[in-house]
């Protein structure tokens, strides 16, 4: 089945704490990114990546980090969280070009 | 960073009604997506349109691509009470920095009384 997994589905963490939301797709696609969804802002992308080993800040990259080591891998990586960080957050694959077909069901970050 | 408006922020309407919801951009795009969302899951792609003026249909929906490139609507037709959910317009980057960077509209939300 094509899908993207990302893992935890749910994240309660203490500021400063280092953590990574890991997110896998199977459909061998080029293009992966990473979103945050907040209340009344919709989706704003935070990082992409065309292909491996290239990334690229969206709108909102600051405070996150990212690597491409392969394709089907697109961590996302908090070197010390804080509070305005808790959000909702989507990784997205697609086909080169960056229409992304296929979103994963979400990570629920808390972060007190 | 670019920015979409997207309207109305949300939707009542009774079941059978034609929806009809826009975006408009102060930058031009290359690609307009048209996403839906249900609660607890991950946004769903509805539509994609490619070129300018291109007018696509996906059973009930309809979006077009502005000629300007600088805004897309989707009609959806004949609302049944499984369209409930958030519609998201998204624009991919047109080229220099903004190449293959996806902005999203705010969503709209749609509600459908039976």
């Known amino acids: 089945e094509a899908q993207v997994t990302q893992n935890p589905r749910y994240l309660i963490t203490v500021t400063g704490k280092k953590l990574t939301v890991t997110c896998s797709q199977n459909?061998?696609?080029?293009?992966m990114s990473w979103y945050r969804q907040d209340p009344g802002l919709g989706l704003r992308q935070i990082y992409y990546?065309?292909?491996?080993?290239?990334?690229d800040k969206g709108d909102v990259p600051e405070g996150y980090k990212v690597s491409r080591k392969e394709k089907r891998n697109f961590p996302l990586i908090l070197e010390s969280p804080s509070p305005n960080q808790t959000s909702l957050y989507f990784c997205?694959?697609?086909?080169?070009?960056?229409?992304?077909?296929?979103f994963g069901q979400g990570t629920r970050l808390t972060v007190v | 960073g670019q920015q979409l408006n997207q309207s109305p922020q949300s939707m009542f309407i009774q079941e059978g009604e034609d929806v009809s919801m826009n975006c408009t951009s102060s930058?031009?795009?290359?690609?307009w997506l048209w996403y839906k969302q249900d609660p607890g899951e991950g946004p769903v792609l509805l539509i994609a349109?490619?070129?300018?003026?291109e007018l696509t249909s996906n059973g009930r929906l309809t979006a077009q691509f502005g000629i300007t490139r600088k805004d897309s609507f989707l009609n959806i037709s004949a609302s049944i009470p499984s369209d409930v959910g958030i519609y998201f317009c998204?624009?991919?980057?047109?080229?220099?920095?903004?190449?293959?960077?996806?902005?999203f509209g705010q969503g709209t939300i749609l509600t459908v009384h039976p």
């Open positions: 997205a694959s697609g086909w080169t070009g960056g229409t992304e077909a296929f």
């Open positions: 459909m061998n696609h080029e293009y």
């Open positions: 990546s065309m292909n491996v080993e290239v990334t």
């Open positions: 930058s031009i795009f290359n690609t």
């Open positions: 349109l490619y070129k300018a003026g």
């Open positions: 998204a624009g991919l980057g047109a080229g220099g920095t903004s190449y293959g960077k996806l902005t």
